[in-house]
Structures are given as C-alpha cells and as structure tokens.
C-alpha cells in the first residue's frame, strides 16, 4: 500500500516549531499504518533523542539557535532517523517517503540521515548547521 501524509495535522506541527513564540522546538513525524502523522512533540532536545530507538524509524524538525556574537538566529534541521533494527525494505521504503514529508517540511538548513544515537548529539548538529550557515565572524572560538 502506498504510503500518504496528513498534510494538514503534519503543516500544524511544523509551522509550530517554526514558531519563535513557541516553546516547541521539535516534532516528530511518524508512520501510523501506512500515513506519516505527527508524533511527539516538546521543548527539550533530549526528549527528542529519546524517541530515536533501534526500532523505529521516524521524521524531525527541530529548531537550534546558532550563530555567532554579532547575531543569533534560528536554523532548522529536517532529521531522518532509522534505527538499527528496522528491516530493510523499512529503510529503503523511508528514503521514498522522505518525499512526502518535503511537501510539508520545506524550510531547513540542513538535512540528516542518522542511524547511530552519536551522530544525534546536539553539538554535532548546531556544528553542521554553523557549517551550512556561511559567515562566521565569532574570532574567539575559531
């Protein structure tokens, strides 16, 4: 069966996180049968994490604030995430999906495709997404 999104209850999450006034700074995106829905949601990182285990495989948006001293500003990642223990057709099923996700989630800095909890580590992200951002005029921690 073909896999569908609930574009509107996906659009209502995501435009939340996008939302400066809001304290939500992540959703997730999850299969419920055969339609990506919203999951969770919250306004801690490591809450986010914890959702990411071996068996699941899942859609975040999250927001970071990044930049240097002259400015701050929100960066937004769209996070792919497979367990290790999701079947193979699963994994190659999620890539094709991803595209259904894009239709709702289209503002992101920076795109990932993670299957290790290491590479889930804030610092390794808000460093990738400083990368992505071009200019950094912070001298002192360079």
């Not at 920076?110 to 005029?137: M, R, T």
Request: with cysteine; charged share 30%.
């Amino acid at each position: 069966m073909a896999t569908k999104i609930d574009k509107e209850a996906c659009r209502a999450a995501y435009n939340l996180v996008r939302d400066d006034g809001s304290a939500v700074i992540w959703v997730t995106f999850k299969y419920d049968g055969s339609t990506i829905v919203p999951g969770e949601q919250g306004a801690e990182y490591q809450h986010f994490i914890q959702q990411c285990t071996d068996d699941v495989r899942l859609f975040a948006f999250v927001r970071f604030t990044t930049g240097d001293a002259m400015s701050k500003r929100s960066k937004f990642a769209l996070i792919t995430w497979i367990g290790e223990n999701v079947s193979g057709l699963q994994r190659a099923k999620t890539g094709t999906d991803k595209t259904l996700v894009k239709e709702v989630v289209q503002n992101f800095a920076k795109e990932f495709v993670i299957s290790d909890q290491k590479e889930l580590e804030e610092d390794f992200i808000k460093s990738e997404l400083k990368k992505a951002g071009g200019a950094n005029y912070d001298a002192q921690t360079e």
